[in-house]
Nanobody
Framework: QVQLVESGGGLVQPGGSLRLSCAAV????????MGWYRQVPGNQRELVAT???????NYTDSVKGRFTISRDNAKNTVYLQMNSLKPEDTAVYYC????????????????WGQGTQVTVSS
């Protein structure tokens, strides 16, 4: 069984910074990408940023230039450095791991973290 252990959320003032981390603990055949999504009550979960095993990244437009996603493949850990935070970044942030179960079951399949609250407020 795989668990995603998230940390780093909290309360920060506008313009401040936070760093989220997510470690995938357990055996995974092959991870294809890791990423972060966020959700506010009443809205759908939306992509924030993803990063593939070879380091290719993708960001939603609203965070480009402010957020940076990175990963440590050896530790199966993904990070999200969030700078210049705005009140509209307030949400529950969820870690995502997209993976293949085996060569016969390439998926993709998804693991999700439990979510960590990020609140940007003065």
């Amino acid at each position: 069984q795989v668990q995603l252990v998230e940390s780093g959320g909290g309360l920060v003032q506008p313009g401040g910074s936070l760093r989220l981390s997510c470690a995938a603990v357990g055996r995974i055949f092959r991870i294809t990408s890791m990423g972060w999504y966020r959700q506010v009550p009443g809205n759908q979960r939306e992509l924030v940023a993803t990063i593939t095993t070879d380091g290719s990244t993708n960001y939603t437009d609203s965070v480009k230039g402010r957020f940076t996603i990175s990963r440590d493949n050896a530790k199966n850990t993904v990070y999200l450095q969030m700078n210049s935070l705005k009140p509209e970044d307030t949400a529950v942030y969820y870690c995502n791991v997209r993976y293949a179960r085996s060569i016969w079951y390439p998926g993709p399949y998804d693991y999700w973290g439990q979510g960590t609250q990020v609140t940007v407020s003065s």
